[in-house]
């Protein structure tokens, strides 16, 4: 009697499911604003994307799964992740695809598991299991990717493909022949090998000709078919205009919402300013006032700045600070160190150009003389008083 899938433990069951995968492409038509992440792909000429789908082939087991895991689809941008931390190619089919086929039985398992237990939390279903069944179910809904026959798989497709890498590279490049034709330039020629039809194929042929199926067939397929590659590429332009100006409409519409919101933003702030100028004294015209505690702030820095730079200079007094630095008189020096009074934005400037005389700094620009505060934030305060 076969075993349910609840039944076996994952490396059994997942040898026993027997995995197809088959690739196919898909053109998507996404024109919903929903997502920033549409408008970012605003740019693309196509929306071109790969999905993979796995089937089963074991009917037994396949009958047996849940109705949802009997065929999964997964998209490349649901894999790319997956592929990267088993340290593949996401650029490889081949790797998508075992990765696709990976994801997949260990779905199946897991969706078996919990139809079979009604859906139940990890905890309990994990109670009506075996230990080692248990054991599984809990690696493979936490950090599924370690399980060891994942890890097998995974090692084994490794060195399948690097294999095939080996084998390719070891066979002769054949001779590449292009197209003289001057209608298609760039293209390379490849030459079919035909093969005689046998008899029976011929009379076979010959009785299918005889009724309007067969005709019908061939005129369909004649009707469907290109007549030359250039109906192709205005056919995937036309497809890329539709897909162009879908975005276009959308875009048009998000632009008209966010000139609505602007513009509803726009009537509260000046029924704001309205409101504030009812309610706070107009101010005065021209110069704006200058703030006493800005001052204030200002003076303790620059006396701080001064002290600091005497200090790191070994300066004992304005005089000879003078003497050290010929920017700037030792009455300025002087009443800086005093709270006295404020530098403007270029004297500071000027003297962070200024050249050490004396000294362990001898040589050296200010600005190289390390001080307390530093010298581009005293500069920025200086800037806002």
């Not at 990976?102 to 139940?120: M, P, T, V």
């Not at 190289?368 to 800037?383: F, R």
Request: proline letters at 4%.
């Amino acid at each position: 009697m076969t075993k349910k899938p609840y039944e076996m433990n994952f490396a059994e069951f997942a040898e026993a499911i027997s995995p197809g995968h088959s690739c196919w492409l898909t053109k998507s038509m996404e024109n919903s604003t929903e997502s920033a992440g549409w408008l970012t792909r605003v740019w693309k000429s196509t929306d071109v994307r790969k999905s993979y789908g796995i089937s089963w082939g074991n009917a037994v087991l396949r009958n047996a799964l849940p109705l949802k895991s009997r065929l999964f689809q997964f998209d490349d941008l649901q894999l790319f992740p997956v592929i990267e931390r088993f340290g593949l190619d996401i650029k490889s089919d081949e790797d998508a695809k075992k990765t696709a086929e990976l994801l997949a039985i260990r779905n199946a398992w897991i969706a078996s598991i919990q139809s079979r237990y009604g859906q139940s939390s990890e905890v309990a279903a994990c109670f009506e299991l075996s230990l080692s069944a248990a054991a599984e179910y809990v690696l493979l809904t936490s950090n599924w990717m370690q399980h060891p026959w994942i890890q097998w798989q995974v090692r084994q497709h490794i060195e399948e493909e690097n294999l095939k890498k080996i084998e390719q590279e070891s066979k002769p490049a054949l001779p590449v022949e292009m197209s003289s034709n001057p209608l298609w330039p760039g293209t390379q020629v490849i030459h079919a090998k035909t093969h005689e039809p046998s008899a029976q194929y011929l009379a076979r042929h010959d009785e299918e000709m005889k009724g309007i199926p067969y005709w019908l067939n061939k005129f369909k397929s004649t009707d469907g078919n290109w007549t030359s590659v250039f109906d192709i590429y205005v056919y995937d332009a036309e497809y890329d205009i539709h897909i162009a100006n879908l975005k276009i409409a959308e875009l048009k519409k998000y632009i008209a919402k966010q000139e609505a919101l602007i513009k509803e933003s726009n009537k509260i702030i000046i029924k704001n300013k309205k409101l504030e100028a009812a309610v706070i004294p107009q101010r005065c015209r021209g110069k704006p006032k200058k703030s006493t505690e800005r001052r204030e702030v200002v003076l303790n820095f620059i006396s701080q700045w001064v002290q600091s730079l005497m200090d790191t200079l070994e300066v004992t007094s304005c005089a000879k600070m003078e003497t050290y630095i010929y920017e700037c008189e030792q009455r300025n020096w002087r009443r800086w160190l005093n709270r006295e009074a404020i530098m403007t934005p270029d004297t500071l400037t000027d003297l962070l150009s200024a050249e050490i005389r004396q000294g362990s700094y001898k040589g050296k620009p200010l600005r190289n003389v390390p001080t307390t505060p530093e010298h581009n934030d005293l500069l920025s305060l200086i800037i806002l008083i």
